[in-house]
């Protein structure tokens, strides 16, 4: 199966940044798309940004010009870069793997991290 290990999460003040890590192990052959998707207390899980093999990103509209994804494809990881951060980014950020294949599995799946607590707050 696939393990994540998701960090850098935690409690920041408007306006100030954070870096998110995430490295997936485990019988992984290969990963179309990684990512992350953050979810708040009370709403809907929603897309922060995904980066593919090749390189092409794709970011929320909440998200984008302050907020940066990028992938290590031979390592397994992927980091975001949060920048000028608002309340409204506080949520569990979710990192994900989509259309992985892996030893053992038929086709490709989608996997999902534990999620780590990212706050913005004074």
């Known amino acids: 199966q696939v393990q994540f290990v998701e960090s850098g999460g935690g409690l920041v003040q408007p306006g100030g940044s954070l870096r998110l890590s995430c490295a997936a192990s485990?019988?992984?052959?290969?990963?179309?798309?990684m990512g992350w998707h953050r979810q708040a207390p009370g709403k809907q899980r929603e897309l922060v940004a995904t980066?593919?093999?090749?390189?092409?990103?794709n970011y929320g509209d909440s998200v984008k010009g302050r907020f940066s994804i990028a992938r290590d494809n031979a390592k397994n990881t992927v980091t975001l870069q949060m920048n000028s951060l608002k309340p409204e980014d506080t949520a569990v950020y979710y990192c994900?793997?989509?259309?992985?294949?892996?030893?053992?599995?038929?086709?490709?799946?989608?996997?999902w991290g534990q999620g780590t607590q990212v706050t913005v707050s004074s």
């Open positions: 980066i593919t093999s090749d390189g092409s990103t």
């Open positions: 994900n793997l989509q259309r992985t294949k892996v030893i053992g599995k038929i086709g490709r799946m989608d996997y």
């Open positions: 485990g019988n992984i052959v290969s990963i179309d798309a």
